[in-house]
């Protein structure tokens, strides 16, 4: 079966980290940029951070620059997103996605489309 699993996630208070994963199974990820995205209650979805296959470009949106790191284990066709200095305002569920381009440049922050596989979201909250 074709999927993205998704690990991670959690509570955590206002300035802590967390790390999500996103491990392909059943296909390599060579061919994919990886989105990041997220969905806030009452919120449509919106795109965070994105890596590119071909040469590991990154995007970040404005909103999490500077805090939010994407990377990728090409061997375990994995990729990670660190995120630190959390605020209350980073709470949603996070999914990643298989993009249907190899590279971050077609990337859009509020293109939610352009996936051919989803993982199946996890929540990060962050409360004091």
């Known amino acids: 079966q074709l999927q993205l699993v998704q690990s991670g996630g959690g509570s955590v208070q206002p300035g802590g980290s967390l790390r999500l994963s996103c491990a392909a199974s059943g296909f390599t990820l060579d061919y994919y940029a990886i989105g990041w995205f997220r969905q806030a209650p009452g919120k449509e979805r919106e795109g965070v951070s994105c890596i590119s296959s071909t040469d590991g470009t990154t995007h970040y949106a404005d909103s999490v620059k500077g805090r939010y790191t994407v990377s990728k284990d090409n061997d375990n066709d994995t990729v990670y997103l660190q995120m630190n200095s959390l605020t209350p305002e980073d709470t949603a569920v996070y999914y990643c996605?298989?993009?249907?381009?190899?590279?971050?440049?077609?990337?859009?922050?509020?293109?939610?489309?352009?996936?051919?596989?989803w993982g199946q979201g996890t929540q990060v909250t962050v409360s004091s």
């Open positions: 996605a298989a993009l249907t381009f190899p590279h971050c440049d077609y990337f859009s922050d509020d293109d939610d489309t352009s996936a051919e596989y």
